[in-house]
């Protein structure tokens, strides 16, 4: 069928008719495809909150506002023509694409580095699953506000060099929020806690509760959590709090708007 043979009014029915999702697939047929799609359905295309690119074991598919759509079905294919297991092609992605506001990324298999100029550094929130060298790399150069990372395995030093750069101002500038999870190895809590000048309250002090939103893959909705921390670290130069939470095979950071006198006051 040549989509283009009907009238206008007919071409903007079909259209209209069409879920997000093939609308999405439909728009990469050719040039004129996608300026017709936009053209006609951008009212739409407005409502969309995020869109999510991602993985499994058979396919790469297409997400807008939570729902999966098949785009390729051959992993063979998939895997040596897409690449997308490969940390290079996805610099090459983001460098071509404005600042996200929304990243997720599964990608326990991926090789390779992002470049430290990486515009995956600069979303505002990131979702990332991966290598080991992936996770501490983005705790280095991330630029964004919130973190949410997952890892099979991390290290004592690589916590405790996070939490002391981060007290040092030398990484995680803008940084509101960072949850680490680890879903192999796990790390003693106290043994950070010799290495990094993590406070406590003391027991005269009400605890702070640190509220934040939990996200989680391909999911637009935000789950409020409260998280009561008494340990807390401070950056040097402008004594801002970030309240800090350590166990077995999780780490929790967030970033306070008040200094050490007025968290504690």
């Not at 999405?24 to 407005?46: A, D, G, H």
């Not at 309250?201 to 409260?226: F, G, H, M, R, W």
Request: proline content about 3%; aromatic content about 12%; glycine content about 2%.
């Amino acid at each position: 069928m040549n989509f283009f043979v009907y009238p206008y009014v007919i071409q903007k029915q079909i259209l209209n008719f069409m879920s997000d999702q093939d609308l999405f697939i439909i728009s990469l047929c050719s040039n004129n495809m996608r300026k017709s799609v936009t053209f006609n359905q951008w009212s739409r295309f407005r409502k969309i909150k995020y869109v999510t690119y991602g993985v499994n074991n058979h396919s790469i598919y297409v997400s807008l506002d939570s729902f999966l759509h098949p785009f390729l079905c051959l992993r063979e294919k998939l895997d040596n023509e897409v690449n997308v297991k490969r940390a290079k092609h996805w610099d090459d992605y983001f460098k071509s694409n404005r600042i996200q506001k929304r990243v997720e990324i599964y990608s326990e298999e991926a090789v390779g580095r992002l470049k430290k100029n990486s515009r995956l550094y600069q979303a505002e929130t990131l979702l990332f699953t991966g290598s080991k060298l992936l996770i501490t790399d983005i705790l280095v150069y991330f630029k964004g506000h919130q973190a949410f990372l997952q890892t099979p395995e991390c290290n004592i030093s690589d916590i405790s060099s996070f939490l002391t750069r981060w007290m040092s101002h030398n990484c995680c500038k803008n940084l509101n929020l960072l949850i680490l999870n680890l879903l192999e190895s796990s790390i003693d809590p106290k043994e950070v806690m010799k290495l990094v000048d993590i406070k406590k309250l003391d027991s005269s002090t009400k605890t702070p509760v640190y509220l934040y939103n939990n996200i989680s893959y391909n999911q637009a909705d935000k789950v409020p959590v409260e998280l009561p921390i008494r340990t807390y670290v401070v950056r040097d130069c402008d004594q801002i709090v970030a309240s800090v939470h350590i166990e077995e095979k999780k780490m929790v950071l967030g970033v306070w708007n008040m200094t050490e006198k007025q968290f504690i006051d």
